[in-house]
């Protein structure tokens, strides 16, 4: 399946604003990295590297006040421009966004390029949180 289908299948019914502003934001993390893979995974586009979807590098989801960009290990990631904020558990950060900024055409494909750098060093913190438990 195509990208920008994938996108519309996971919008169906969405109007053409909120569609309009998903692909922008989708397209600015599939090019960010040439490893870039995306999936409809736990009700959310999730993006991964390889396909290695265990070890997911983000998301874009659908929420009551637009749009949320969660990063699964956010918390190792330099955030400059500080637009991450707290998400579920220890690891994950979110953008929420309701509209476009320009600030999201740098800011976000610099965020995705470091989640891909980093995601070895979170699977490594990840296992030991996980062995010592």
Not at 8 to 35: N, Q, V, W
Not at 49 to 75: E, M, N, T
Not at 97 to 122: C, G, N
């Amino acid at each position: 399946m195509r990208f920008s289908d994938l996108v519309k299948d996971y919008l169906s019914g969405a109007d053409e604003e909120t569609l309009a502003l998903f692909s922008r934001l989708a397209e600015l993390i599939a090019y960010a990295h040439p490893g870039i893979t995306a999936a409809v995974k736990w009700r959310k586009l999730t993006f991964a590297l390889d396909g290695s979807y265990h070890y997911w590098l983000c998301a874009l989801a659908r929420v009551k006040k637009g749009i949320a960009l969660y990063f699964h290990f956010g918390s190792l990631l330099d955030d400059p421009h500080a637009i991450l904020r707290a998400g579920a558990g220890e690891w994950m950060r979110k953008i929420e966004i309701a509209a476009w900024d320009p600030l999201y055409s740098e800011a976000i494909p610099a965020l995705v390029r470091q989640a891909a750098e980093k995601r070895d060093a979170f699977i490594r913190a990840w296992q030991k949180q996980r062995g010592a438990a």
